[in-house]
């Protein structure tokens, strides 16, 4: 998608979601797709989706089909124009919408359980840099004075404080903008470019209590997308590369192309499995003989929603127990902090009231 196309739809996932739901319901009612779209056109809340709707009625007026009008504007994944496409041909539109729906309330969920997890710590460290940078700036400055009059030898600690202070004291009008502008562009190169996103995941996927969580996270929703395009009808290896078009996470979307690779080759789940050499890095042991079960005995997508049950229910608990771990190391990062400023600035004043004694 051109970055231009994706600003312009940055922020309608409510809306789409809302677009789907009703849409679903004003069809079940017995009303006509162009009628159902004018109807949406003018419930839609922003500017944006009002034209996007329009553009669709307008398509299909022209003689396209639903599915056709809906991928024209790039705001839906390929999973949902395929559920679109395969509703539209079998007849059952209105149902497949529902499933659209549900599928969309559920991205959206997976999505806020994964910033949930990460808000915490990033929230109390990035407060901590603020206030850290802060007291370096303005308050260090005052100390440096003070203590450099005492005519006394300076603890190592106590040095480096001063040195610090005595620095951004001078530079630190150009120091400290540059750190915040290098530290965002790091940011952005780690999490959001597409070419560099890879290596920040990675590292998220590297940090204990968050990898479990976003392991779970992403088992979840395997089960919920996989299990929800099969029980719609749509046949396993356009639904895997339905799942794979639409996975953020690059090791996870390697591996889900790699299954459409083997499973494009004729392999069986079993089989594709056993040819991916880090298959248990992404699904459990357990899991896999679940899915292999499934595929002999033609229950596949039941088990998958099974999966995806069970593992949304162990996100819940996972992502509390997340919290309560993270507080105490959050804690005693920033107690080691208070306290080397501590001692910076109490070992001085020790020597000098020493020094008077001794006197």
């Known amino acids: 998608m051109p970055i231009s196309k994706f600003f312009s739809n940055f922020g309608l996932d409510e809306e789409k979601e809302y677009f789907v739901e009703n849409l679903s319901l004003i069809l079940s009612a017995g009303m006509g797709i162009i009628e159902a779209l004018s109807a949406l056109q003018q419930e839609m809340k922003s500017k944006r989706m009002k034209q996007l709707v329009s553009e669709m009625k307008a398509d299909v007026e022209a003689g396209s089909q639903l599915w056709q009008a809906i991928q024209k504007t790039e705001l839906f994944s390929d999973q949902v124009i395929s559920l679109v496409r395969l509703g539209e041909s079998s007849g059952q539109l209105v149902e497949n919408l529902r499933v659209i729906a549900l599928q969309e309330q559920k991205e959206r969920s997976f999505r806020s359980k994964i910033r949930s997890a990460l808000m915490y710590p990033v929230f109390v460290l990035g407060l901590t840099l603020v206030i850290g940078i802060g007291i370096a700036w303005f308050i260090l400055p005052k100390l440096s004075t003070v203590f450099i009059g005492m005519k006394i030898k300076l603890p190592l600690i106590t040095k480096i404080l001063i040195g610090t202070g005595e620095f951004l004291k001078t530079n630190g009008a150009i120091v400290i903008p ?22 920040g995941q990675v590292i998220i996927l590297h940090i204990p209590g968050i990898k479990k969580v976003i392991k779970e996270v992403e088992l979840s929703r395997f089960g919920y997308i996989m299990g929800t395009l099969l029980d719609a009808g749509l046949p396993v290896l356009p639904a895997l590369q339905a799942l794979a078009k639409n996975t953020l996470l690059a090791p996870y979307k390697k591996f889900y192309e790699s299954l459409v690779q083997n499973i494009e080759d004729g392999n069986s789940f079993q089989k594709s499995f056993s040819l991916h050499p880090h298959t248990s890095d992404f699904l459990p042991i357990a899991i896999q003989q679940m899915i292999i079960a499934g595929e002999k005995s033609g229950n596949l997508s039941l088990i998958l929603k099974t999966i995806s049950t069970n593992y949304d229910g162990r996100v819940e608990i996972s992502t509390k127990n997340l919290t309560v771990i993270l507080e105490p190391i959050l804690l005693v990062i920033v107690w080691l902090g208070v306290v080397a400023v501590a001692l910076a600035v109490i070992l001085p004043i020790y020597s000098l009231i020493g020094g008077f004694k001794t006197q």
Do not use: E, G, P, Y
Not at 180 to 186: C, K, P, V
């Open 178 to 199: 540059l750190f915040f502008i290098a530290l965002a562009a790091i940011f952005f190169f780690l999490f959001f470019f597409s070419k560099t996103k890879h290596i």
